[in-house]
């Protein structure tokens, strides 16, 4: 995608927002973060000409507003959120950010929430408005990340990805469904020694696909709570059926957790080569 034009209230920011195509895709709010504020009082208006594809296409968005180019081809969301202030898991996420954007080109669109700005990330990012370790804090990311999604395209299914899982092509592959949940139960882990099998089948948030009005009604429902206890069940009470994904994602248990999940994998009896993922050597660099 190529910016022919931008022009905030007024002002010439082509540069600044060519700068924001992040994988052929535009998502950027029209606010002064852009280029400063060049009228002060004054309501204005992002106005972005691009060439797509050899075509022209331009679109206008009043301030505030979210403006996306293209306009999405995929009804399938998956969310990303990390509180990625904790530099022993850096090398977690940035191998989740790139084993998602092999999983979903061409297949899902991806929206990240963050902590800190990841040099790494290739998706269009948000940073966390509140940031503290707490159950509260991962529901008001997940809500960040969907209400943005809403503003953005018509999803009708939404993943959720979390920061310690490096998730296998074929993952957003799930069958069409119009009720209850998805989850994947194709998954295993891995630690310094090796990989791991699972020792309880659980169904964490991080091998979810919901209905998109559902993720939204069920992580708005848990506010109240989360807000004078700062807790709750992050995975929801509906009817969950049970898909497996062509390969197994992989949980990094590096030993720095907010979840317990982790716990459901053995320690012992672990294995060092996988028919999909390969050697466990070349993934050392996981586990500083």
């Known amino acids: 995608m190529e910016i022919k034009s931008a022009v905030y209230g007024g002002r010439d920011c082509t540069e600044q927002i060519q700068h924001k195509v992040i994988n052929n895709r535009l998502l950027v709010r029209a606010d002064n973060n852009i280029c400063g504020d060049p009228a002060v009082g004054t309501v204005k208006y992002l106005k972005v000409e691009a060439e797509i594809d050899g075509e022209i296409v331009t679109a206008e968005v009043r301030e505030g507003s979210l403006l996306t180019m293209p306009k ?4 399938r969301l998956g969310i990303f959120y990390s509180n990625n202030i904790n530099e022993r898991i850096y090398p977690a996420i940035r191998a989740s950010l790139e084993s998602i954007r092999k999983a979903a080109e061409g297949k899902a669109d991806i929206l990240t929430c963050m902590w800190r700005h990841e040099p790494h990330n290739p998706f269009y990012e948000c940073i966390a408005w509140t940031q503290t370790s707490s159950h509260l804090n ?6 960040q990340l969907l209400y ?3 503003q953005s395209g018509d999803y009708k299914y939404v993943s959720f990805l979390e920061h310690d899982l490096v998730y296998a092509e074929g993952y957003f592959d799930y069958p069409d469904f119009d009720e209850g949940i998805l989850a994947n139960m194709n998954y295993i882990g891995m630690n310094k020694e090796g990989f791991q099998h699972r020792g309880q089948n659980d ?3 991080s091998q979810l696909t919901m209905l998109f009005d559902d993720a939204i009604n069920h992580f708005s429902s848990l506010l109240p709570n989360a807000l004078v206890t700062n807790s709750g069940l992050l995975e929801p009470q509906l009817k969950m059926n049970e898909w497996n994904a ?13 979840t317990s999940h982790y716990n459901i994998y053995q320690k012992h009896d672990t294995f060092i080569e996988h028919p999909y993922w390969g050697e466990h050597s ?3 660099h996981l586990f500083i």
């Open 72 to 75: 999405p081809k995929t009804n």
């Open 138 to 143: 991962q529901i008001l990311q997940i809500l």
């Open 148 to 150: 943005t999604a809403k």
């Open 203 to 205: 169904k964490p948030t």
């Open 246 to 258: 062509e390969h197994p994602n992989i949980h990094i248990n590096h030993g720095s957790h907010f």
């Open 282 to 284: 070349q993934y050392h």
